[in-house]
């Protein structure tokens, strides 16, 4: 079974940064693509970013220059830095991947939430 943990959320002030991280454990033989999406209070869950198993990432127009994903494919962690932090990027932050396991299977699987809040 594999498993994606995020962590790294907390509260900050706007214009302040926080780096997310989801490591991924379990039988794992590669991670396709691994994304980060948030859900704001009221709202539906929105795709935040995404990076390839080639790091070609690509990012939603809100947060572009701003935020910033990465992967260390040895660790099987993916991070998300986030800088410039405004009010509107308050929201629960998911990890999710799409990981081909040690049985060459693949597993869609999503990682528990971790709450990012920007407020003064």
């Known amino acids: 079974q594999v498993q994606l943990v995020e962590s790294g959320g907390g509260l900050v002030q706007p214009g302040g940064s926080l780096r997310l991280s989801c490591a991924a454990s379990?039988?794992?033989?590669?991670?396709?693509?691994m994304d980060w999406y948030r859900q704001a209070p009221g709202k539906e869950r929105e795709l935040v970013s995404q990076?390839?198993?080639?790091?070609?990432?690509n990012y939603a127009d809100s947060v572009k220059g701003r935020f910033t994903i990465s992967r260390d494919n040895t660790k099987n962690t993916g991070y998300l830095q986030m800088n410039s932090l405004r009010f509107e990027d308050t929201a629960v932050y998911y990890c999710?991947?799409?990981?081909?396991?040690?049985?060459?299977?693949?597993?869609?699987?999503w990682g528990q939430g971790t709450l990012v809040t920007v407020s003064s």
């Open positions: 999710h991947a799409v990981v081909q396991g040690a049985d060459r299977r693949y597993f869609d699987v």
């Open positions: 379990g039988r794992i033989f590669s991670i396709n693509v």
């Open positions: 990076i390839n198993n080639k790091g070609m990432a």
